[in-house]
């Protein structure tokens, strides 16, 4: 069965450090993967794309990689701040996007 | 920026009653969408929208949901006898057009709880 993979536990991180997130995901062939951060009580929000044929993706403090072969994402957030304490779900799929769990980032002041 | 709006906010209904939340996704988007999640869960695909007519759905939207776009705003979502385990927050998103290479806008979410 296809699933998508992320780390159950919390990721606590000191401000100022790089927090990084994993997604796994098996019985898929993606052409793009994307990621989301979710607060609590609200919807997903979009933050970055990256098409099969991008090795990596930037936007300001977010860099994302993916790698077909090992079938995963990482998600890097540099520089941390306690704003940026949320979940961050990841995300594929064709018509019908599907979402991992999400893996919850707690940024120390 | 744009919003996809959701009312109401909160909905609290009886087990075995009729609800329908409301969604007014994007002016400019095509493809509307359905997403629910349970308390701790993941986020979960309901059902997709495009054209006036169902694209896809899931296996949690039997026949107990429905979906309409009853003139060129509104997006809704109708479960007709709810379930205690119907209990869950429910997202419509949009998007300009479908195949994974764009990115869904959200609402905020409709709470409902079922008692």
């Known amino acids: 069965s296809q699933k998508i993979e992320q780390n159950s536990e919390a990721l606590n991180i000191q401000e100022g450090k790089t927090a990084t997130l994993t997604c796994n995901y098996t019985n898929y062939s993606p052409a793009y993967l994307q990621w989301y951060r979710q607060d609590p009580g609200r919807g997903p929000v979009f933050l970055l794309l990256?098409?099969?044929?991008?090795k990596e993706k930037r936007k300001e403090r977010l860099k994302v990689t993916f790698d077909t072969t090992l079938k995963q994402s990482l998600f890097h957030i540099t520089a941390s701040q306690p704003a940026d304490s949320a979940t961050y779900l990841c995300a594929l799929g064709d018509n019908r996007l599907a979402f991992g769990k999400g893996n919850q980032v707690v940024v120390i002041p | 920026e744009p919003e996809v709006t959701q009312t109401p906010s909160h909905q609290v209904t009886q087990m075995g009653q009729e609800v329908i939340l409301r969604c007014v996704p994007i002016s400019n988007h095509l493809y509307f969408y359905w997403y629910r999640q349970i308390l701790g869960q993941k986020v979960e695909f309901l059902v997709s929208?495009?054209?006036?007519?169902?694209?896809?759905k899931s296996e949690i939207f039997d026949d107990q949901f429905s979906v309409e776009r009853p003139d060129g705003s509104n997006f809704t979502l109708k479960i007709r006898s709810t379930k205690l385990e119907d209990s869950a927050m429910y997202f419509c998103?949009?998007?300009?057009?479908?195949?994974?290479?764009?990115?869904?806008?959200f609402g905020s979410g409709t709470q409902l709880s079922v008692l």
């Open positions: 998103a949009s998007t300009i057009q479908t195949g994974g290479n764009e990115k869904l806008f």
């Open positions: 990256i098409r099969e044929n991008e």
């Open positions: 929208f495009y054209n006036n007519e169902i694209s896809e």
